[in-house]
C-alpha cells in the first residue's frame, strides 16, 4: 500500500508562499487522483485542491487564482504551491490518494 508524507509547512505572514510536497512511496501514476485537504480547528476537512491522471486540476473556490496543484511521476510527488497567503488559510493540510492519507502538515498564516 502506498504511504503518504507531507512536507513544507510553516509560519508565513499574510500574502507570502509556502510550497507543500507530498511524496509517495510507491508510483502515483494510476487511476487515482492525487488530493490535498485541510483541516482548520473547530472546522471539517475540506477538498483544497485535486490532480487527476490526465493532468485535470479542480481547486476550491477560497483558493481559485493563488493554489496551484502540479504533480511530478517520476519523482512520486504532488506539490501544492499557495501564494497570497490568508490567515483563513491556517490549517493541517493533507495530502491524499485514494483510502491512503498522510500525517498532516501545519500551515500557518499570521503577522
Known amino acids: 500500500q502506498v504511504q503518504l508524507v507531507e512536507s513544507g509547512g510553516g509560519l508565513v505572514q499574510p500574502g507570502g508562499s509556502l510550497r507543500l510536497s507530498c511524496t509517495a512511496s510507491?508510483?502515483?501514476?494510476?487511476?487515482?487522483?492525487m488530493n490535498w485537504y485541510r483541516q482548520a480547528p473547530g472546522k471539517q476537512r475540506e477538498l483544497v485542491a485535486a490532480?487527476?491522471?490526465?493532468?485535470?486540476?479542480k481547486y476550491a473556490d477560497s483558493v481559485k487564482g493563488r493554489f496551484t496543484i502540479s504533480r511530478d511521476n517520476n519523482k512520486n510527488t504532488v506539490y501544492l504551491q499557495m501564494n497570497s497567503l490568508k490567515p483563513e488559510d491556517t490549517a493541517v493540510y493533507y495530502c491524499?490518494?485514494?483510502?491512503?492519507w498522510g500525517q498532516g502538515t501545519q500551515v500557518t498564516v499570521s503577522s
Open positions: 491524499n490518494r485514494g483510502y491512503t
Open positions: 510507491g508510483s502515483i501514476s494510476s487511476i487515482f487522483a
Open positions: 490532480i487527476f491522471s490526465g493532468g485535470s486540476r
